[in-house]
């Protein structure tokens, strides 16, 4: 989808490229944001209480009485303001954009509904309804690169695999193969392993399927869809290839790495543990001594390695994320910049480790995306309550109506009425009758924290 990679310059404050550096297609996109911002700022500015058929405006202490007139103010006296939402509006329009689906050409469609997928569906006369919906369950984590020539056939057939074993989660399918997460009975799971192992495409072995505890209700639907990239970097994966990754080492050698890196101390300065996960992830749990870099989605990774490049060069670099995926686009987006002396990945991910060293050099909660929002191997808390300062690391949502952030409130704190993210939310919390949406730019814990930050070692 051309949307996804729309490019934003972060060089000064985030602020956008220029206009004119974006295709047509993005510069339509971006005008109607700005339009849509002077109208939002305009109708903010409108006094209330009038009579049907009359309106004013009342905007640095003057009244309007005509609509051209405070258009003509606005534009004068508050373009800066206008550019900070536009922006807004426009980076917004890139994130919802980026977890959907491609749009469906005319030919795909027909091409999915023509192909009998029935003959890639198991045989489950023998299991009952009841073994499908029913009883001990786990949740599957997996991915697998390869050649996809008819994504949209194969998406067809996860749908209906799905629907048939009752699984709940979320699918994404790209020409550059496959990544889900789904949850289900135990029954219903395992099919859905064998059934993925036995597909002539992915050649799977059971070893690639991560699994922990859990079950549909980990979910609150089943998506499946294709998309650009079956993990959102936001780089187009014909330029950077998952084929460019870099070293895959085994848990255990993994392991022997970080404890080389632990046993030198501060002496060590030509390796870097680099999480490659979000801030709100690596705050609840990480490697000792990691770099993890205080980002709010992997697709501000490419910028982040782009703004940091001096802090990789000439070091080994030894990556990890939460089963292995992102590693393997962000391993091959840092080894093509060519700075790095040695770039590795653990092969797995975090959930392999925890496998293999449950008391190893990962501490604290692996955050997992589901209902669950973590699942834990060891008994550490290595955070704390956003208010008193107590450790803790069970994430709730921000209580405050579309407001999407993760909050780190313990039961005492959640008991006086603190349950959301940042004063900002609290006090818009606790207004009566405010139906507005406010989204997640406008809390403080996002303000305050810089899009791209430069880390120094």
């Not at 056939?153 to 048939?164: H, Y």
């Not at 895959?248 to 999480?275: M, N, Q």
């Not at 550490?380 to 209580?399: A, F, H, T």
């Amino acid at each position: 989808m051309e949307f996804m990679n729309w490019e934003v310059d972060t060089s000064s404050c985030g602020g956008l490229k220029h206009e004119k550096q974006l295709s047509s297609s993005q510069r339509r996109y971006y005008s109607f944001c700005r339009r849509k911002s002077f109208a939002a700022f305009v109708a903010s500015k409108r006094l209330v209480g009038q009579e049907e058929g009359s309106a004013s405006w009342s905007c640095c202490g003057q009244t309007f009485n005509e609509h051209s007139a405070v258009h003509k103010h606005v534009a004068r006296n508050h373009s800066s303001e206008i550019q900070q939402l536009t922006q807004a509006t426009y980076e917004r329009l890139l994130e919802q954009l980026e977890e959907e689906p491609e749009t469906r050409r005319p030919n795909e469609r027909e091409a999915s509904e023509e192909v009998d997928v029935s003959a890639w569906i198991p045989d489950i006369s023998h299991i009952s309804e009841e073994q499908l919906k029913s009883g001990p369950g786990k949740v599957l984590l997996y991915y697998h690169y390869c050649q996809v020539e008819e994504p949209h056939v194969i998406c067809a057939w996860q749908k209906a695999l799905c629907e048939k074993l009752h699984l709940t989660g979320k699918v994404r399918v790209a020409t550059e193969g496959i990544n889900g997460t789904v949850g289900g009975t135990n029954v219903a799971a395992d099919v859905y392993i064998e059934a993925m192992r036995s597909h002539p495409l992915f050649n799977m072995d059971e070893e690639d399927f991560k699994t922990s505890d859990g079950g549909a209700e980990c979910f609150t639907n089943l998506k499946v869809g294709v998309y650009k990239e079956i993990v959102p970097m936001g780089v187009d994966p014909d330029v950077i290839s998952y084929q460019l990754a870099g070293v895959h080492l085994e848990p255990e050698e993994f392991h022997k790495e970080v404890e080389a890196l632990v046993a030198k101390g501060d002496v060590s300065s030509d390796t870097i543990l680099l999480d490659c996960r979000n801030f709100y992830e690596s705050k609840i749990g990480q490697f000792t001594r990691c770099l993890a870099p205080n980002i709010r989605k992997f697709s501000y990774f490419p910028d982040y390695v782009d703004q940091n490049l001096e802090l990789f060069r000439d070091k080994k670099v030894l990556m990890y994320c939460t089963g292995g995926i992102r590693c393997e686009r962000g391993s091959a987006y840092l080894r093509s910049k060519d700075v790095c002396k040695e770039v590795y990945q653990l092969k797995g991910g975090i959930h392999k480790y925890l496998e293999r060293f449950p008391d190893g050099f990962y501490r604290g909660k692996l955050f997992v995306f589901d209902e669950r929002y973590a699942i834990s191997s060891n008994d550490d808390v290595i955070s704390d309550c956003r208010y008193c300062g107590r450790p803790w690391d069970r994430y709730e949502l921000c209580s405050t109506q579309f407001c999407c952030q993760l909050v780190l409130s313990c039961p005492g704190c959640r008991r006086d009425g603190r349950t959301a993210c940042c004063p900002t939310c609290q006090t818009k919390g606790q207004a009566r009758g405010d139906a507005t949406p406010h989204h997640k730019e406008e809390c403080e814990c996002t303000d305050g924290r810089p899009r791209i930050p430069q880390d120094v070692q």
